[in-house]
């Protein structure tokens, strides 16, 4: 075992680039549930972004997934389920909102949601949402493309970092993540907490929001607390079925993509995920999005899907558990 978590280490150097705490190489039996899940499921996940992977063996493995027949066969002849990083995980999930809103600023929609200016090309660190907010950097300069009714659902809607906007005339416009102003994400739960405004084993999505209708005033000062701010770009052609765009420019699928530290799981590989608490799931699913709160080699953002209900589900997932990546068998030494 030794020898496998030299050869993970120097593997997580050349490809993962960053060296985790602990490495371990179990077998598909070690891996509670997996005799039930819907393998095809996740190889139909797997198959959307893999023809996007970098190096030999990853694009040997996409290849054969195409013809794959057996889809639990697949992941066992081709992977070998890896631990990066020391259990126990972190899990949180996410969700595409779905909003009213309008083409235009009204009396009723009036919280502008951006595009990204042309003077950021979205490297480097941009003016914090304070500066933005307070000097109004982007106001009045054509770069709306929608407007809300709620501030707070505005904020969010950069917290998710897609969204899907029902104009008053019916239409649906997507959107999608453009650009961030690459301030490091702090967590409003938290800062109500330290505040003593919100008890810490209560602190969730819809918690925050409650708190913050309820309380306007303080609510605009405190949303300044987290200086990272999301720019969004239109998504005219995806099909309504499709879930939003992740960090490989394709669509994520419910339940079965997450948001990974990308430093340490290579996007568009399978993780096996074990997640605990009130709702516990055992899936495989796919690495194909980021996140700015996402840091960690067991740490992932789940994919609840679309709308309301999804919301509601996705933001009081708080649990622990373990997420196990599946690397492809040359990668990764015999015990």
């Given at each position: 075992?030794?020898?496998?978590?030299?050869?993970?280490?120097?593997?997580?150097?050349?490809?993962?680039?960053?060296?985790?705490?602990?490495?371990?190489?179990?077998?598909?039996?070690?891996l509670a549930?997996?005799?039930?899940?819907?393998?095809?499921?996740?190889?139909?996940?797997?198959?959307?972004?893999?023809?996007?992977?970098?190096?030999?063996?990853?694009?040997?493995?996409?290849?054969?997934?195409?013809?794959?027949?057996?889809?639990?066969?697949?992941?066992?002849?081709?992977?070998?389920?890896?631990?990066?990083?020391?259990?126990?995980?972190?899990?949180?999930?996410?969700?595409?909102?779905?909003?009213?809103?309008?083409?235009?600023?009204?009396?009723i929609f009036?919280?502008?949601?951006?595009?990204?200016?042309?003077?950021?090309?979205?490297?480097?660190?941009?003016?914090?949402?304070?500066?933005?907010?307070?000097?109004?950097?982007?106001?009045?300069?054509?770069?709306?493309?929608?407007?809300?009714?709620?501030?707070?659902?505005?904020?969010?809607?950069?917290?998710?970092?897609?969204?899907?906007?029902?104009?008053?005339?019916?239409?649906?416009?997507?959107?999608?993540?453009?650009?961030?102003?690459?301030?490091?994400?702090?967590?409003?739960?938290?800062?109500?907490?330290?505040?003593?405004?919100?008890?810490?084993?209560?602190?969730?999505?819809?918690?925050?929001?409650?708190?913050?209708?309820?309380?306007?005033?303080?609510?605009?000062?405190?949303?300044?607390?987290?200086?990272?701010?999301?720019?969004?770009?239109?998504?005219?052609?995806?099909?309504?079925?499709?879930?939003?765009?992740?960090?490989?420019?394709?669509?994520?699928?419910?339940?079965?993509?997450?948001?990974?530290?990308?430093?340490?799981?290579?996007?568009?590989?399978?993780?096996?995920?074990?997640?605990?608490?009130?709702?516990?799931?055992?899936?495989?699913?796919?690495?194909?999005?980021?996140?700015?709160?996402?840091?960690?080699?067991?740490?992932?953002?789940?994919?609840?899907?679309?709308?309301?209900?999804?919301?509601?589900i996705a933001?009081?997932?708080?649990?622990?558990?373990?997420?196990?990546?599946?690397?492809?068998?040359?990668?990764?030494?015999?015990?």
């Open positions: 075992m030794i020898g496998a978590r030299a050869h993970l280490r120097a593997l997580a150097l050349g490809f993962l680039m960053v060296t985790p705490a602990y490495s371990d190489v179990l077998s598909f039996s070690d549930g997996w005799d039930s899940d819907d393998h095809a499921a996740a190889l139909t996940a797997f198959r959307e972004t893999c023809d996007m992977m970098k190096g030999r063996d990853w694009v040997a493995s996409c290849r054969t997934s195409q013809a794959a027949t057996d889809p639990r066969a697949f992941f066992e002849t081709h992977f070998r389920p890896v631990v990066l990083g020391q259990p126990p995980a972190l899990f949180t999930g996410y969700y595409e909102p779905e909003l009213d809103g309008s083409p235009q600023r009204t009396p009036s919280h502008p949601v951006y595009s990204r200016p042309p003077e950021f090309d979205g490297k480097g660190v941009w003016h914090s949402r304070a500066e933005i907010e307070r000097q109004g950097l982007l106001r009045g300069r054509g770069l709306e493309l929608a407007w809300l009714a709620d501030p707070v659902e505005a904020f969010f809607l950069q917290i998710q970092g897609s969204g899907r906007i029902r104009m008053p005339d019916g239409r649906t416009m997507r959107l999608g993540f453009a650009a961030k102003n690459n301030h490091p994400y702090r967590s409003i739960g938290a800062e109500l907490v330290r505040r003593g405004l919100m008890d810490l084993h209560k602190v969730s999505a819809g918690r925050i929001k409650a708190w913050a209708r309820a309380n306007p005033t303080d609510a605009a000062e405190i949303l300044l607390h987290n200086p990272s701010f999301v720019f969004f770009r239109k998504l005219p052609d995806l099909s309504a079925d499709k879930g939003p765009i992740g960090a490989m420019g394709r669509s994520v699928t419910t339940l079965r993509s997450i948001a990974v530290d990308r430093s340490f799981v290579p996007l568009g590989a399978p993780v096996w995920v074990e997640k605990e608490g009130d709702a516990p799931l055992s899936r495989l699913m796919i690495a194909q999005d980021t996140g700015t709160a996402i840091k960690g080699a067991q740490r992932a953002d789940i994919f609840y899907g679309t709308g309301a209900q999804a919301g509601r933001g009081k997932v708080k649990d622990p558990g373990r997420m196990v990546v599946l690397l492809p068998r040359a990668m990764v030494p015999d015990n």
